[in-house]
């Protein structure tokens, strides 16, 4: 158990440190947001995996090539639901 929440920890900082620095923008997060968009982000690239090449829709963590890839699509949705919506 504390060996999956280590790696869980793990996967996360590098994840998400990855995914905010290949993605261009202004991303004020804290540290632990970070670790959050990266384990968000395995499950993301989990489940886009099982889906594209097993044709199940499971949800499972991913390998770090995935939890990347995962991060990333998490941050482009975190950023539109988080964009202030200006009134015309």
Same mark, same amino acid.
């Given at each position: 158990?504390?060996?999956? #929440?280590? %790696? !869980? /920890?793990?996967? $996360?900082?590098? @994840?998400?440190?990855? &995914?905010?620095?290949?993605?261009?923008?202004?991303?004020?997060?804290?540290?632990?947001?970070?670790?959050?968009?990266?384990?968000?982000?395995?499950?993301?690239?989990?489940? #886009?995996? %099982? !889906? /594209?090449?097993? $044709?199940?829709? @499971?949800?499972?963590? &991913?390998?770090?090539?995935?939890?990347?890839?995962?991060?990333?699509?998490?941050?482009?949705?975190?950023?539109?639901?988080?964009?202030?919506?200006?009134?015309?």
């Amino acid at each position: 158990m504390l060996s999956l #929440l280590l %790696s !869980l /920890l793990v996967i $996360g900082i590098v @994840a998400g440190f990855l &995914a905010r620095a290949l993605v261009p923008g202004n991303d004020p997060m804290s540290f632990w947001e970070t670790v959050a968009l990266g384990i968000v982000g395995s499950f993301v690239g989990g489940f #886009l995996s %099982s !889906l /594209l090449f097993e $044709g199940d829709l @499971a949800l499972r963590g &991913a390998g770090i090539i995935g939890s990347i890839v995962g991060a990333i699509v998490a941050l482009l949705i975190y950023r539109q639901v988080r964009r202030p919506h200006h009134a015309s």
